[in-house]
């Protein structure tokens, strides 16, 4: 029987679910032994000129080995972070003469432990003279403030930047236009940008990393330092989370390689929430004209669209972006005539690059809103409007409109998929319900949008490698040029390995993210690993059967074609006879090393309804339902797609209603941290309703498309026109805005004098005893003089609940808590909880049966929770359980399989008892 298209649960959870993860910042390896830590001196300002720098005070903290600048970075020069950018619009690795958004590194201050750099760093005197920010599109369109003058310009990259034309709608019998921002967006992903790196005596750099490609990471820092990327040796952890943000290499690796080797030791690096939020690379961030026309029988005719991109302070990848954009305008339309252009501009703002659906949701946003102006503007309802319009399955494969040259989409069923959802959703129904109480005048009144996409996967980069090996004992090893931040690789690689040797997965091991094993790969992004990553997998595989077939003719006396591989033995069909495979690559290594290319991206699609409740006094709005058709094609694990489709979701509905990262007029970020930002929790969101649909493409030979970002795109318009059609009967609308919250920070303030204190804490049953500052937290304590790493460290302002423990039986958050707190007190971690991965707890076991987790930065805190919250309601509601977990954020999972996986374990612990 295929092992694919089932509900397999993951591999890798187990340990997850036990000892924790391994990040970047948990690392003990001895190649890091004695190192130093970097802590950066960041711009308070957006905009300014530096007119000098003190660092001697610094110098003289205690524990600072050494303190640099700009003017002390030799060989390490500015460097364009998109080759098709401005030339002029270079970024430092620490700000020369000016800094262009807060958050600028300015100064690295090397310490022998972390907390003196927060002490240190507060020591740099930097002067500034202070210059005009420049944050509204428009403005830095318009040119006021240049910012940079030898540029001339705030131009960073046009796409087709020509007038359009006068009489491009002419024809049509209605025209609706409207301009619309697709806000910047946080990736956030909870674990935060890390590195370490070492120097060999052989002049190798080994650096470690949290990044979503290591071929990528090696190439780039091997360029910025000016050495050959055969020097440099890229080792990625696992790594919690990424959504674009972490593709490839970031400057301050290469800074951190640098330095280890400026004073001759190790040197690790960890950013601070706060400093992820205004330095990590955001998303979205464009100011949309659209322009919309066609008949009143509902044809649209035509469709332009202006697209101007914040590229932030440097131009990056999110410069780029607007490519896609363009080149998926029309989305699933067939519309006849199709225009658009797009400028990218810098701004005093961090700097954008790709989160989550990249450039695709931003056209998704724009059509889907235009398609519904449309149809107001002609009194048709929005769902049969876009049925009229969709491309008809009959013209696949289909070259569109679209800009660039546009696209060709590979296979769709764009009416069934609208059908299917509007079905089962209850369409009609939701409409007499909207009706009725928008007679009675209700104060909470219903929405309900609909949304239709096709989104580009594996664009531009169609082609990964892949080795699979059978080793005497029978057990496999997979090296895969992929890097999974939560995807699940490891078992989903398993899988379409044991399809073809029938080995069961649980002796196959996947590996990956290690450019010495795996020398040539592309990583992990823009939903292709499957279509790429996996199907190599599963090309080796199947090459390797072959192999072992050819090798088993001779010893078996037969041929070739009487031959078949059934559980990992090779057998003469119909016979008893035949050969373990694990006896032939114990008479010659048994390896097979491939490539597959697809030659062309994949256009998965789908369509959303989302159901709103708007309180029309507040203009409150909360989604009660949201139902799905999203179809990438046949599905290899059910548990996977699934769980990558409820994140997407997730992050679609809270671009919709809650976050968006947010500046004052002199470029000063307002939502720094988590206390600021809308980060949505399981209070915020509803289940969802999944709604199965595969439309295989041809470009492979198991059918798959991507899904990783499906669920971000459609969701976002869905949401957005729900609301709208909430309170589109009103004359008027009006909102709020919540002021901003401010927390504390990850470190206290400054310590005069060096002081310790003794305490003793029972950790998991343990005594253990230490000399710790007073100031030291709990969190630290656990992670760092007791050694025990599944405790993590999400934010700086005690919003994450990653570092949740349970204190004397309650649940805290450890980064509330000092040392000196806990001291004569029992602290039970998930190490504790779960010590054996083989005999997981209850809570943990259920996480993994409903697939509850995916990254696993967050995993430890939710489970502690959870652990906690059961013991106070052994049978908590769904609503109690969202509310109960409302301190312990996830980016991953979108809580709907948490949610599954708390109310599993408050079953299991009833019926036990």
Aim: proline share 5%.
């Amino acid at each position: 029987m295929s092992i694919m298209g089932t509900r397999v649960v993951r591999k890798e959870d187990p340990v997850f679910l036990s000892r924790g993860a391994t990040y970047t910042d948990d690392l003990t390896d001895e190649r890091l032994t004695g190192a130093l830590h970097l802590t950066l001196v960041r711009s308070p300002l957006a905009h300014g000129r530096i007119t000098g720098i003190d660092v001697e005070a610094a110098k003289a903290a205690p524990g600072v080995v050494g303190v640099f600048t700009a003017a002390d970075l030799e060989g390490l020069s500015p460097t364009l972070m998109f080759p098709a950018a401005n030339r002029a619009m270079v970024r430092p690795f620490l700000a020369t003469d000016r800094v262009r958004f807060v958050g600028e590194p300015v100064a690295a201050v090397l310490t022998e432990h972390p907390y003196q750099g927060q002490d240190a760093a507060e020591l740099v005197e930097v002067d500034y003279d202070p210059l005009p920010a420049v944050i509204g599109l428009k403005d830095s369109l318009e040119g006021g403030t240049v910012l940079f003058e030898e540029a001339g310009t705030n131009l960073a990259l046009a796409f087709d930047d020509q007038q359009f034309d006068d009489h491009f709608f002419d024809d049509c019998e209605v025209v609706v236009t409207r301009e619309i921002v697709n806000q910047r967006l946080a990736a956030a992903p909870l674990e935060t940008r890390a590195a370490s790196a070492a120097w060999g005596e052989d002049g190798r750099l080994t650096l470690f990393a949290s990044s979503q490609n290591a071929q990528m990471a090696r190439d780039e820092v091997a360029g910025w330092l000016g050495i050959e990327a055969s020097q440099v040796h890229v080792i990625l952890p696992d790594v919690g989370g990424g959504f674009g943000a972490k593709i490839g290499g970031d400057p301050t690796f290469a800074l951190v390689a640098w330095l280890a080797k400026q004073v001759g030791r190790p040197v690790r690096w960890s950013e601070s929430r706060s400093e992820n939020m205004t330095g990590m690379l955001q998303g979205r961030a464009q100011l949309q004209t659209v322009t919309i026309g066609g008949r009143r029988d509902g044809t649209v005719l035509a469709y332009r669209l202006d697209v101007l991109a914040d590229a932030g302070a440097y131009p990056a990848i999110g410069t780029f972006l607007p490519f896609f954009t363009r080149q998926m305008a029309p989305g699933v339309y067939d519309i006849p005539k199709v225009e658009s252009r797009a400028r990218a501009l810098v701004t005093t703002t961090t700097p954008t690059g790709a989160y989550r659906g990249a450039g695709r949701p931003e056209a998704t946003a724009a059509i889907e809103r235009a398609m519904d102006l449309f149809s107001a503007e002609i009194g048709m309802d929005p769902a049969e409007v876009r049925k009229l319009n969709v491309v008809p399955p009959d013209k696949f494969p289909f070259t569109t409109k679209g800009g660039g040259g546009g696209a060709v989409y590979d296979t769709g069923e764009y009416a069934k998929a609208i059908d299917r959802v509007l079905e089962a959703a209850g369409y009609a129904d939701l409409r007499a319900e909207q009706a009725a109480r928008r007679e009675r005048g209700d104060v909470l009144q219903l929405g309900i949008g609909v949304s239709s996409y096709v989104e580009i996967t594996g664009g531009g980069e169609f082609r990964e490698d892949a080795a699979v090996e059978v080793h005497a004992d029978g057990t496999v090893t997979v090296l895969t040029g992929t890097s999974p931040h939560g995807q699940g690789h490891a078992t989903a690689w398993a899988m379409l390995a044991s399809e073809h040797l029938g080995i069961p997965i649980e002796k196959i091991t996947v590996k990956h993210g290690d450019t010495d094993l795996i020398p040539r790969g592309v990583g992990t992004m823009g939903s292709r690993s499957l279509q790429t990553g996996g199907v190599a997998v599963y090309q080796a595989a199947g090459q390797l059967v072959e192999l072992a077939k050819q090798r088993a003719a001779d010893l078996l006396e037969a041929s070739v074609e009487d031959l078949e591989v059934v559980e990992g033995r090779v057998t003469v069909k119909g016979t008893g006879s035949g050969i373990d495979l694990a006896e032939l690559a114990a008479k010659e290594q048994l390896r097979i090393d491939t490539a597959f290319d697809s030659g062309a991206a994949s256009f998965p699609f789908g369509a959303h309804v989302a159901v709103v409740e708007v309180d029309v006094e507040s203009g409150k709005a909360v989604v009660d339902r949201i139902i799905t058709v999203d179809d990438a094609g046949p599905v290899l694990n059910p548990l996977l797609a699934e769980g990558q489709r409820h994140g997407g979701i997730a992050q679609g509905i809270s671009q919709a209603l809650l976050e968006e990262v947010a500046y004052d007029v002199d470029g000063n970020p307002l939502t720094a941290t988590f206390a600021d930002y809308g980060f949505p929790s399981a209070a915020e969101l509803p289940s969802f309703t999944l709604v199965d649909m595969e439309t295989p493409t041809p470009l492979n030979p198991i059918g798959a498309k991507g899904i990783g970002e499906a669920g971000t795109i459609g969701a976002t318009p869905a949401v957005q026109s729900a609301v709208v059609d909430a309170v589109s009967h009103l004359a008027s609308a009006t909102s709020t805005c919540r002021p901003p919250r401010y927390g504390c920070g990850r470190h206290p303030g400054r310590w005069e004098h060096e002081m310790s204190e003794k305490v003793s804490i029972t950790v998991n049953g343990r005594p253990t005893t230490a000399e710790v500052e007073p100031r030291l937290l709990l969190v630290h304590y656990l992670r760092d003089v007791v050694g025990l790493k599944a405790t993590n460290i999400g934010c700086d302002t005690t919003s994450c609940g990653a570092c949740t423990v349970l204190l004397d039986g309650q649940s805290v958050k450890s980064c509330t808590v000092l040392a000196v707190q806990a001291d004569q007190q029992s602290v039970t971690t998930m190490e504790g909880l779960s010590p054996d991965p083989e005999q997981l707890h209850p809570v943990a076991a259920a996480f993994r049966a409903e697939h509850g987790l995916q990254c696993g930065f967050c995993t430890p805190g939710m489970v502690m929770a959870t652990v906690s919250l059961l013991e106070e309601n052994p049978h908590p509601t769904e609503r109690e359980v969202r509310d109960g977990l409302e301190g312990n954020l996830c980016r991953c999972t979108g809580y709907h399989n948490i949610v599954r996986a708390v109310l599993t374990a408050a079953e299991s612990s009833g019926s036990a008892s």
